[in-house]
């Protein structure tokens, strides 16, 4: 007889029911007789001043969930302004521009750093701009130019000038535990050759939420017949601890929180409403299959290698060319290239020049025709 077992037998007083006590499992129950459309649910937003709609960002689903969040809530007369991570603040007035239609889509891209500061596919977010812009709902830039945050993360707050500093909120809430706990879990995940100083992590994480919660909050205030839709990172939003507590705090108004419920277990304290989306897929897109030199000087894109299923390689393009032009687009940076290949499509043929250099004699232009992988 084991031990256990030995003391069980040897104590009378114990009832029966102590005896037979199991661990709670903690069970959740969810009724699915309450699992509702996306058109129930829009017509319970329109009393929100604030719908922040999280994402995970290269999740094509939840920024097709995100676009009918926004056009159900048009739809019924809503006012609205977009608020929206991917955007630094500093690029305000190119996006105005693209939404009052001063400028096209390329100059827009080009203009606000897109593929140099932000990167995951610009079809995935093509909907919601293009929605905004035909309806001339405004768009706006909520997170703090990287050049900051990227700092903070070498040098910390403490580390800035007087003119930096200025450009960050004032108003910094480090107390909250939970959040704070869930930053420590995250940093903790990176690998050991990534982790760095953990308050500077802390600082720019707090950086992030509170310059995107302060810029939402002082558009609400200065707006106030507007209802903003916030689309950012579930990260920044989930359990309230990111953006959402840090711009209640600053403007308290009517809220929720909309994430993608998929793979993860339904804690009510996480958000107000759970989506639960099929997963789709944007096209696949044509690639050239290079490798460009980004940090290289001189005219065009240099090239500086090839994936293992090149097109531009097969055709004859070779290390060391430069693409100077892209089908009908001159390249002088690498917005351009990404632009040309924007509505691209595997198995498509496109002409690409290149600038070679020779050991002797000038550089020559050479045209080649690039099958696209």
């Known amino acids: 007889m084991s031990a256990t077992s030995s003391t069980i037998a040897s104590n009378p007083d114990r009832s029966d029911q102590d005896q037979d006590a199991v661990q709670d499992a903690g069970t959740q129950v969810m009724d699915l007789a309450l699992l509702t459309s996306m058109e129930r649910l829009i017509d319970e937003l329109v009393d929100r001043r604030v719908v922040f709609v999280g994402e995970s960002h290269d999740r094509y689903e939840d920024h097709l969930n995100q676009l009918a969040v926004i056009q159900g809530l048009h739809?019924?007369?809503?006012?609205?302004?977009?608020?929206?991570?991917?955007?630094?603040?500093?690029?305000?007035?190119?996006?105005?521009?693209?939404i009052a239609g001063t400028i096209e889509e390329p100059e827009f891209l080009r203009r606000t750093q897109y593929f140099d500061r932000w990167r995951y596919d610009y079809r995935l977010y093509r909907p919601i701009l293009r929605f905004a812009r035909a309806q001339r709902i405004p768009v706006i830039a909520l997170n703090l130019e990287s050049e900051l945050t990227g700092k903070v993360g070498d040098v910390g707050i403490a580390g800035l000038s007087a003119e930096e500093r200025a450009r960050i909120p004032a108003e910094l809430d480090r107390e909250d535990h939970d959040y704070m706990e869930r930053l420590e879990a995250v940093?903790?995940?990176?690998?050991?050759?990534?982790?760095?100083?953990?308050?500077?992590?802390?600082?720019?994480?707090?950086?992030?939420?509170e310059g995107m919660a302060e810029c939402a909050a002082r558009?609400?205030?200065?707006?106030?017949?507007?209802?903003?839709?916030?689309?950012a990172g579930t990260g920044h939003l989930e359990y309230g601890q990111g953006i959402p507590k840090r711009l209640l705090r600053r403007q308290k108004v009517p809220s929720a929180i909309l994430l993608n419920g998929t793979h993860r277990n339904p804690d009510p304290a996480a958000a107000d409403y759970y989506l639960f989306p099929k997963p789709v897929a944007l096209p696949a897109a044509g690639l050239m299959g290079v490798m460009l030199d980004r940090d290289a000087t001189g005219e065009g894109m240099l090239v500086s290698g090839f994936s293992e299923e090149s097109g531009a390689k097969r055709a004859g393009i070779q290390t060391g060319d430069r693409i100077v032009r892209v089908g009908d687009l001159e390249v002088a940076t690498y917005a351009d290239i990404r632009i040309a290949l924007i509505d691209s499509q595997p198995g498509q043929r496109l002409p690409v020049?290149?600038?070679?250099?020779?050991l002797l004699g000038e550089d020559e232009r050479l045209s080649f025709l690039v099958e696209l992988k």
């Open 187 to 209: 940093f903790e995940i990176h690998p050991a050759e990534q982790q760095r100083n953990f308050q500077h992590f802390v600082e720019v994480q707090l950086l992030w939420d």
């Open 219 to 231: 558009f609400l205030a200065e707006h106030p017949d507007r209802t903003l839709v916030l689309l």
């Open 353 to 358: 020049e290149v600038q070679r250099r020779r």
């Open 75 to 98: 739809a019924r007369g809503k006012r609205l302004a977009i608020g929206m991570e991917f955007f630094q603040q500093p690029f305000q007035a190119a996006i105005d521009a693209f």
